[in-house]
Antibody, heavy 126, light 110 residues
Framework: QVQLQESGPGLVKPSETLSLTCTVS??????????WSWIRQPPGKGLEWIGY???????NYNPSLKSRVTISVDTSKNQFSLKLSSVTAADTAVYYC??????????????????WGQGTLVTVSS | SSELTQDPAVSVALGQTVRITCQGD??????ASWYQQKPGQAPVLVIY???NRPSGIPDRFSGSSSGNTASLTITGAQAEDEADYYCNSRDSSGNHLRYVFGTGTKVTVL
């Protein structure tokens, strides 16, 4: 059974950099079948995709966050990480890591997030 | 760029059927996936592709799609189905690939 676990500081000061790590167990970030994403959810609000990374290091970010986001992968530790710079109170959210499956179903390519971490609340406050 | 719009809230009597819709231009190109989220928990995948359920998801959950609208139907809703539901799809408009979540629908089982 694949499991993902987020870790990192729960409190970050405004203007500083938020850093989180997702540790994957029961599966490998080096598998070419998956992309590894970060998704966040401000308190009481909806979900927002932040970006993903492929095991090769190829990344894709949400245009609304692209200038502040860096996602990296460490295959030796079976982890991937998120850095979000110049944070403000608007970045306060539960941050989830998730595995994205891309597969062919009856001749059609489909995309979905099949495994999620439990989420970690990051509060931006001085 | 495309957004995905859902009704904010719906209610359904125990054992009855409820349909949740998701509208957006990206759905003309990509199938939606659907996620159930209960308070304080991570989202759980319930439907992907045209109408596929992951292992462990009851068959009362089904999906469909037409044009720019995707739907999630719960046939014979149970008390444990009370939750927030989000749709999601890829969006390649604006020459940039990204993923978009719907605005979410709160389902209340009466």
């Amino acid at each position: 059974q694949v499991q993902l676990q987020e870790s990192g500081p729960g409190l970050v000061k405004p203007s500083e950099t938020l850093s989180l790590t997702c540790t994957v167990s029961g599966g490998s970030v080096s598998s070419g079948s998956y992309y590894w994403s970060w998704i966040r959810q401000p308190p009481g609000k909806g979900l927002e995709w932040i970006g993903y990374i492929y095991y090769s290091g190829s990344t894709n970010y949400n245009p609304s966050l692209k200038s502040r986001v860096t996602i990296s992968v460490d295959t030796s530790k079976n982890q991937f990480s998120l850095k979000l710079s110049s944070v403000t109170a608007a970045d306060t959210a539960v941050y989830y890591c998730a595995r994205e499956q891309i597969t062919m179903v009856r001749g059609v390519i489909v995309y979905y997030f099949d495994y999620w971490g439990q989420g970690t609340l990051v509060t931006v406050s001085s | 760029s495309s957004e995905l719009t859902q009704d904010p809230a719906v209610s359904v009597a125990l054992g009855q059927t409820v349909r949740i819709t998701c509208q957006g231009d990206s759905l003309r190109s990509y199938y939606a996936s659907w996620y159930q989220q209960k308070p304080g928990q991570a989202p759980v995948l319930v439907i992907y592709g045209k109408n596929n359920r992951p292992s462990g998801i009851p068959d009362r959950f089904s999906g469909s799609s037409s044009g720019n609208t995707a739907s999630l139907t719960i046939t014979g809703a149970q008390a444990e189905d009370e939750a927030d539901y989000y749709c999601n799809s890829r969006d390649s408009s604006g020459n940039h690939l990204r993923y978009v979540f719907g605005t979410g629908t709160k389902v209340t089982v009466l």
